[in-house]
Every structure is written in C-alpha cells, then in structure tokens.
C-alpha cells in the first residue's frame, strides 16, 4: 500500500545528516509512487517547496530577547506552529507523518497533532534528545546517561552550553515532552542502530515501539561508488566529517602526526582553523576543506582506509556506510553503532581515545589486503535505498 507520507524535519536544506537524511527520504519515497508533503521551518537557505507556504515561521535563539522568547515558545508548541501544522493536515491529508529531527526550531507539538487527526506517526531517532536533553550523551568529552532516569542532572551540570539559561530550557522541555507523553503520540520509534534501541530501552521506552531500521545512501551517490572501479587505491586514508572535539579528530591527527602514512581531512568546523595550524608543519596531513558529493565520493574510492575516531555514541554514521559501498574499508572506534556496521572483512575497531591502540589499528590496515570488491558489493546490497524502503513500508503497515 502505497501511503500518503507528511515527513517533518526542522529544515529543507542539507545543514546536517538529519536533513540530509529526511530529505533524502521524501526523494526515495516520491521515486516509487508515495505522495509527499514536507514540514519545516522558514530559512533563507532551505531548498525550494511546493508546501514552503505551510511552513512554520523562522526562530532564533541567538537573537535579543524578544527572539530567544519567541524561540523559547516555539520549544513548547505555542506561537504559530499549530496552525500552520494543522493547515497543512488538513489539505494534505497524511496517512503518516513521519518525523525526524523536530526539536526546538520546530516542536513535538506536531505529534500530538498529528495523532489528533489520526496518522500514523512514526519517528526516526537521529540522535539521543529523548534520552539527554543537552542531545549528546556527553559530559566533559566523556559519555554520561545520568539524565537517561533523571532529567534534572542537565540543569544542575548546565549540560546544555554550560549555561544556566539554556540548561533550565532544555529541563522545562524534557519535562512537558517526557517519555510518557511522547509515547502516547508516537506509534514507532525507528532507531537507525542497535545501540540506539538498546539505549532508549534503558532509558525506559517500550521495546515493541522500537524499530531498528539503518540508514541509506543516496540513489545519485550509491550509482556513484557503484560506477567507481576499486582497483585503482592510493596510499592514503581519509577522514570525511565535521572537525569537532566530540569526532576524536584531534586523537586522530596526533596519531597521524606519528604515522608516516597521508591522512587526507575532509569537513569543516569549529576545530578547523586550530587544527590546521597545529598541524601546519606535518606533510602527511592535508586538509582538503568542505568538499562536494563528488569531491567525498573520489577521495573515498580512491583511499585505502577510512577513519572514523568518534568519541561519542554515534548513531549510524553516513561515514561509514558511504566508505564501504566505495569499497574501503573503515578504521572505527568501538562507540555507538559504528561497531554494528564493520566486520573483520571491512574494517578494523578501535577502542576511543586510545592512541596506540589507533596506531595499531592503521598499521594493521596498510598491511591488510582487503578484498575492496567484496566490500563494496555487501555494502550496496545493505544500504540500498530498496532495503531501506522495504523495511520502512513494514513500519508504517504495522
């Protein structure tokens, strides 16, 4: 049964892997016959929408103090996101809505709505806001799930930017929109890891709300790396991510720096500029800034590793399952559901922030013979926009 899919995602433009994610999903959904309506906020930067009049108005919470109030009321659901919500049910007429990275700039208002006009609403969990109200399991760049159980922990820490203000917002937040409430609006939960699921378990969600589904790779790019021929490696690996403190970029370049293989960086971010003069002297270590879907798709097929040296409980990484349909094998740390994605004869975990056990780890890949056919064809069959679909149309039959 093909239905008729309202996707909701904060923003229509590639600002993140959420966005990138949902956006991608309203393609693949149209691409077989789904009709599609998409939700967001107004911004200047979001792509063209026959459904951008719907959307809801813009907010900020860097603004003065009329700004950050609107944005505040935004968070619980009051100021002109019902309406523009309800309206657009109301011409669209979803069967389901499915909803993707909704806090703040948009709110779980939209649930609740949604469920009032009978859709089936499914969410896709891209990262741990549900679990941690600071959204990022980490405290002093060390995992933490002491809010899993007790939300207040993130206003007595002020988790959320170290600030008093922010961190009491996200704790008012995490209290109207409990788990509770979320579950009574929500008919699934689609966790794109394992451990994604294992920790909204611990953190007392219903396990039969709980659908592990992993993420896919763009149609145009999956044609991409399946036309790229993986005989043809150079004597490099890459890292293609944001360059942030909660990545392990700065463990990875220290252990580059001792290496005397070519580390080739792709990605921007706050990072970026430090690390770049840290690292001005080492030339076996080339920045390559924010490249294209081309420009990600060449140095990946053309690599004979990639690392991914996260220090914290990443999700589905788009890094890594892009790196095995190119055929190259991934360095992972042992973090989140990177371990899930990788096998002996993909790739090798490490354990984070571990220095030597990383060195070991990118020694062991330069004198490995990978079998860079057969991982590229595993990949392909595992991430496939067709598997994905397949699996997703199970979780909105259910």
């Not at 459904?51 to 619980?76: D, H, L, N, P, W």
């Not at 970029?249 to 070519?262: G, R």
Request: glycine share 6%; net charge positive.
């Amino acid at each position: 049964m093909k239905h008729r899919v309202l996707i909701v995602n904060k923003f229509y433009y590639n600002r993140g892997g959420d966005c990138i994610a949902a956006i991608n999903l309203e393609n693949l959904l149209r691409a077989n016959g789904y009709e599609v309506a998409f939700f967001a906020m107004k911004y200047p930067e979001n792509f063209d929408s026959q459904y951008s009049t719907y959307f809801a108005s813009q907010v900020e919470f860097s603004g003065g103090v009329a700004s950050k109030i609107a944005a505040a009321k935004r968070i619980f659901g009051f100021g002109d996101i019902a309406d523009s919500f309800e309206k657009l049910l109301r011409d669209f007429r979803p069967d389901v809505v499915h909803l993707n990275n909704i806090h703040s700039y948009l709110s779980p208002i939209v649930a609740k709505i949604a469920k009032r006009h009978h859709c089936r609403v499914v969410w896709t969990m891209h990262d741990y806001k549900l679990l941690c109200p600071a959204y990022s399991c980490l405290r002093d760049n060390a995992s933490c799930e002491l809010c899993f159980h007790c939300k207040s922990r993130v206003l007595k820490l002020r988790c959320m930017k170290n600030s008093l203000a922010a961190s009491a917002l996200a704790y008012l937040e995490a209290l109207r929109w409990n788990r509770k409430v979320l579950e009574r609006y929500t008919d699934a939960f689609i966790c794109p890891s394992r451990f994604m699921a294992l920790k909204m378990t611990s953190g007392g969600f219903n396990p039969d709300k709980l659908k592990v589904l992993c993420n896919f790779v763009d149609p145009m790019k999956l044609d991409r790396f399946r036309n790229m021929p993986v005989a043809n490696r150079q004597p490099y690996y890459c890292y293609v991510g944001r360059l942030s403190q909660e990545k392990g970029v700065a463990t990875m370049l220290e252990v580059a720096s001792q290496l005397p293989y070519e580390l080739r960086v792709a990605g921007d971010g706050p990072l970026a500029a430090q690390l770049r003069s840290r690292y001005a002297h080492c030339a076996n270590i080339r920045f390559l800034g924010r490249l294209d879907a081309d420009g990600v798709s060449s140095l990946l097929g053309n690599a004979l590793c990639s690392v991914i040296p996260s220090e914290w409980y990443e999700n589905n990484p788009l890094g890594v399952i892009e790196s095995l349909c190119a055929g190259t094998p991934v360095i992972g740390a042992r973090n989140g559901g990177i371990p899930e994605l990788i096998n002996q004869k993909s790739g090798i975990i490490f354990t984070p922030k571990d220095v030597n056990d990383l060195k070991d780890a990118i020694t062991q890949a330069f004198s490995h013979d990978w079998n860079h056919s057969a991982i590229k064809a595993d990949a392909l069959r595992l991430f496939s926009p067709e598997q994905h679909l397949k699996q997703l149309s199970e979780v909105y039959n259910s």
